[in-house]
C-alpha cells in the first residue's frame, strides 16, 4: 500500500473538518482519513458522506491522548509507509457566555489547540512523504490577537529565531497568568482561543524552518490557515461562510502542485499570505 498516497484530516467528523475531508475526497487522489476522537460520531460522519458516492476511511484520534496519536502514527507507517497530506484541524473554543473561569478556560483550550497539535506533529511530521503538503488550521484571531499583546511579546512571536521550547514556555507562562488572573497586565490579550492560536501559528512558523533545515530539498511545504468565519457549532450559525467555503483555503494549501515551492511558513487566508 506504500504507493497508494493518503491524507489525513484531524477533528474531521463535523464543520470545517467534514467539509475538508469531503473537498479531499474529490479532488485528492488517494485515501483520505477522517480521524474523531469519538468513534461513533467519526463513522457517523462517514456514513454522511459514503451516501454523497463518496469513500473516506476512519481512524480514532484524540490529539489530547498520546497513546491515541502513537497508534495512528503506527498504522499509517505500516500501512502507507509515511504521509502525503496532514491537516492538523482539530481544535476547541469556549463560547462567549460560558462561565467556566478564564483560568480554567485558557489551561482547556491550551490543551487542545497548542498542545494536541504540536504533540501530533511530533509523532507524524517525521512521517511526511517528500513533497509532502502540512496545513495547520490556526485563524485570524491569532493575528488580530497579537496586536493585542505586548509590544514586548509581539516582538517575540515575531522573531525569526524563537525556539519551539521558548514558545512552550510562553504559552505555558499565559495559562499561568490567566489562572492567577494577570493575564493582561502581563500584557496578553483577554483570550484563550486566540493566544492558543497565536502558539499554532506561531509553532507553524517554527516547524517550517525546521523543516527547510533538515530536509531541504524534499519540496514539503507547511503552512497555518484561517478558514474563516464559518457556520460550525464553534463559530455559531451568523457566521459569513458555509463550512464548505471555509474548507477551500486548507484544501489549497494541502493540494500545492508537487512543483511548488511557496508558501511556507505562513499564515494563510482567503489564499492569500498575511503579514505576521
Not at 515575531?158 to 497568568?177: A, P, Q, Y
Request: aromatic content about 6%; some cysteine.
Amino acid at each position: 500500500m506504500a504507493s497508494v498516497k493518503v491524507a489525513v484530516v484531524t477533528g474531521g467528523n463535523k464543520g470545517v473538518g467534514l467539509a475538508i475531508v469531503k473537498a479531499l475526497c474529490k479532488q485528492f487522489r488517494g485515501d483520505v482519513y477522517l480521524t474523531a476522537r469519538n468513534p461513533k460520531l467519526g463513522e457517523e460522519a462517514v456514513k454522511t458522506l459514503e451516501k454523497e458516492g463518496l469513500s473516506p476511511l476512519f481512524h480514532q484520534l484524540d490529539i489530547t491522548d498520546i497513546p491515541s496519536i502513537q497508534a495512528l502514527r503506527d498504522f499509517l507507517k505500516d500501512k502507507y509507509g509515511g504521509i502525503d497530506v496532514l491537516i492538523n484541524n482539530a481544535g476547541i473554543a469556549f463560547k462567549g457566555a460560558d462561565t467556566t473561569p478564564f483560568g480554567t478556560q485558557a489551561e482547556v483550550t491550551m490543551k487542545t489547540n497548542f498542545n494536541g497539535t504540536r504533540d501530533i506533529c511530533k509523532e507524524l511530521l517525521p512521517l511526511i512523504k517528500p513533497h509532502g503538503r502540512v496545513v495547520n488550521v490556526s485563524s485570524m484571531i491569532s493575528y488580530n490577537s497579537l496586536g493585542r499583546c505586548s509590544p514586548e511579546l509581539q516582538k517575540v512571536f515575531r522573531s525569526e529565531s524563537i525556539t519551539e521550547e521558548e514558545l512552550v514556555k510562553l504559552m505555558e507562562k499565559f495559562v499561568e497568568d490567566a489562572k492567577q488572573d494577570v493575564h493582561q497586565k502581563e500584557g496578553w490579550p483577554n483570550t484563550a482561543y486566540g493566544t492558543s492560536k497565536i502558539g499554532v501559528t506561531v509553532l507553524s512558523k517554527i516547524q517550517a524552518r525546521e523543516i527547510a533545515a533538515t530536509r531541504k530539498g524534499d519540496g514539503i511545504l507547511l503552512n497555518a490557515c484561517c478558514p474563516g468565519w464559518v457556520r460550525t457549532d464553534m463559530a455559531g450559525p451568523n457566521a459569513t461562510k458555509s463550512p464548505d467555503e471555509g474548507a477551500e483555503t486548507p484544501v489549497y494549501l494541502a493540494l500545492l502542485p508537487s512543483d511548488a515551492t511557496e508558501p511556507h511558513g505562513e499564515l494563510v487566508s482567503e489564499k492569500k499570505v498575511v503579514k505576521w
